[in-house]
């Protein structure tokens, strides 16, 4: 159960304690259905619509939590043990010598995942990420170190670039290739399918996930999602030395906590992020931040999508071995950057390098080059919001399972719904399309589950802080242990 959990892309399992020992399950429905009682946890639903994922080892249910970042339970089963997360560093290694030897690293952990599986799908976009990723693939099958049939998994519009790009690279690997269309169908249907997955993100990332799930005769399927913040050092746009705290920018959104429920519960959001400050302690402030980054954004709202399609075939994200992101922390950050992927491409003996960047239309750092007349947006998530399941959606955030929480400003809900609707031509998703959307598959969860609301009263307040001062002592002693072993190392 917990194989590579020292893996960025291992896959978080959930539990809670009782009886001093941690149960634990795979998925949420099978944790769920085995804890008696079922409370919101609104320090969660703050942090989700502030940042889109929730904190830590937070879940939609106060007492569930996903298993921590980096850890596995010990023999006892009732204590966690951290891995030695690696070091960053500053070794100012020339471009070339990095991609080549994360090249080397690549296909080590591409083989050792890949090895004896006869059919193997790879999720292909027109991005960068998982073009090394294919290129990696296609090398080792090309030098007999791999035998094994591929499947080019890709969605979108049709005529995008991701589409196009895409069917061009399993066209010149000579590997199967299946299109999943994206509609307001089945943006629909990810509604459903993310309230059955604790709301963990917003319906609008699981794309053709859930479809993907329900493909047959795959032993194994490779991803690139952590390509940006290893190979590139990239996190949404910003380079690793730009990143700021997760914390930063945390306030109530559009006023849609009630004041008095956010005062109380804003404290515990800073507790999530110092708890993992303090396990794993960092030299710079850009490392604490690329942590932050990978244990509480890349590890909660990404992973999780990956988790669907788990729950029948296999999924390994590529680039997150402890020797591959080890390798690429101990690089100088100003040596970290878009230069790396071009000397990777360069190594491959085929044109792999030709293909244009979706992101820009334009062959990889080739500014000179013009611009191709294909659709950069694979997909009108903004107008299926605003138009097509418009009323689908108003109908469950202003549904009694979700005032009956006892956490949301009805009144600004029906305000951001009148407003949102002013923008219906739009075909670009927003902030607050992510939120309604996320709002209508929290209301199906509290239904399906009884998911109970919180009281607004001294008491209530006092039990819920009582109860989480308890499940930190855990974390406490964890941290005492580690400070010993230390002192001892240095006698």
């Given at each position: 159960?917990?194989?590579?959990?020292?893996?960025?892309?291992?896959?978080?399992?959930?539990?809670?304690?009782?009886?001093?020992?941690?149960i634990i399950k795979n998925n949420f429905e099978d944790i769920i259905k085995t804890k008696n009682i079922k409370r919101i946890d609104p320090t969660s639903i703050i942090?989700?619509?502030?940042?889109?994922?929730?904190?830590?080892?937070?879940?939609?249910?106060?007492?569930?939590?996903?298993?921590?970042?980096?850890?596995?339970?010990?023999?006892?089963n009732n204590k966690w043990k951290f891995f030695d997360l690696p070091k960053h560093g500053y070794k100012l290694k020339e471009e070339k010598e990095i991609?080549?030897?994360?090249l080397h690293l690549l296909k080590k952990e591409i083989y050792n995942n890949c090895n004896k599986k006869k059919n193997i799908g790879i999720l292909l976009s027109g991005g960068m990420d998982s073009r090394i990723v294919s290129g990696v693939l296609n090398n080792l099958i090309q030098n007999n170190k791999l035998d094994?049939?591929?499947?080019?998994?890709?969605?979108?519009?049709?005529?995008?670039?991701?589409?196009?790009?895409?069917?061009?690279?399993?066209?010149?690997?000579?590997?199967?290739?299946?299109?999943?269309?994206?509609?307001?169908?089945?943006?629909?249907?990810?509604?459903?399918?993310?309230?059955?997955?604790?709301?963990?993100?917003?319906?609008?990332?699981?794309?053709?996930?859930?479809?993907i799930r329900e493909?047959?005769?795959?032993?194994?399927?490779?991803?690139?999602?952590?390509?940006?913040?290893?190979?590139?050092?990239?996190?949404?746009?910003?380079?690793?030395?730009?990143?700021?705290?997760?914390?930063?920018?945390?306030?109530?959104r559009y006023e849609i906590?009630?004041?008095?429920?956010?005062?109380?519960?804003?404290?515990?959001?800073?507790?999530?992020?110092?708890?993992?400050?303090?396990?794993?302690?960092?030299?710079?402030?850009?490392?604490?931040?690329?942590?932050?980054?990978?244990a509480h954004y890349m590890r909660k709202q990404l992973n999780p999508c990956m988790e669907i399609i788990n729950q029948k075939t296999p999924v390994y994200?590529?680039?997150?071995?402890?020797?591959?992101?080890?390798?690429?922390?101990?690089?100088?950050?100003?040596?970290?950057?878009?230069?790396?992927?071009?000397?990777?491409?360069?190594?491959?003996?085929?044109?792999?390098?030709e293909v244009p960047w979706a992101r820009t239309g334009k062959k990889y750092l080739r500014d000179e080059d013009i611009n191709d007349d294909l659709k950069r947006n694979y997909h009108k998530y903004g107008l299926w919001i605003r138009n097509n399941i418009s009323d689908y959606i108003e109908d469950r955030v202003l549904s009694q399972?979700?005032?009956?929480?006892?956490?949301?400003?009805?009144?600004?809900?029906?305000?951001?719904?009148?407003?949102n609707k002013k923008y219906s031509k739009s075909k670009v998703h927003t902030k607050i399309d992510e939120i309604l959307i996320w709002l209508a598959s929290l209301a199906e969860l509290i239904q399906k589950h009884d998911v109970e609301g919180i009281k607004n009263n001294k008491n209530s307040y006092l039990n819920y802080i009582r109860a989480k001062y308890l499940s930190q002592l855990e974390t406490i002693s964890y941290l005492a242990y580690k400070n010993i072993k230390n002192r001892v190392g240095k006698i």
């Open positions: 159960m917990f194989n590579n959990y020292n893996h960025l892309g291992f896959m978080s399992k959930y539990y809670f304690e009782s009886n001093n020992k941690f942090e989700l619509i502030n940042k889109n994922y929730f904190f830590a080892d937070r879940t939609i249910i106060d007492g569930i939590y996903k298993t921590p970042w980096m850890a596995k339970p010990n023999n006892e991609a080549n030897e994360l094994s049939n591929v499947t080019a998994l890709n969605w979108g519009l049709l005529g995008s670039r991701d589409q196009v790009y895409a069917k061009r690279i399993a066209k010149m690997f000579n590997w199967n290739y299946i299109h999943f269309p994206l509609s307001e169908s089945n943006l629909k249907e990810n509604i459903r399918i993310t309230s059955d997955n604790g709301c963990q993100f917003s319906p609008i990332h699981l794309h053709a996930i859930p479809k493909l047959k005769n795959l032993d194994l399927i490779l991803a690139a999602s952590f390509g940006d913040s290893i190979g590139r050092a990239e996190y949404s746009g910003h380079h690793v030395t730009e990143l700021k705290s997760i914390n930063k920018n945390i306030f109530n906590i009630k004041n008095n429920i956010y005062k109380i519960y804003k404290e515990e959001i800073k507790n999530d992020i110092e708890r993992y400050r303090k396990i794993f302690p960092r030299e710079k402030a850009y490392q604490y931040f690329e942590i932050e980054r990978q994200q590529a680039f997150t071995s402890p020797d591959v992101f080890g390798f690429m922390w101990s690089i100088d950050p100003r040596r970290r950057g878009d230069k790396i992927y071009k000397y990777i491409l360069e190594k491959f003996d085929n044109n792999l390098k399972e979700i005032e009956n929480l006892n956490i949301f400003n009805m009144i600004s809900l029906k305000k951001l719904i009148k407003y």
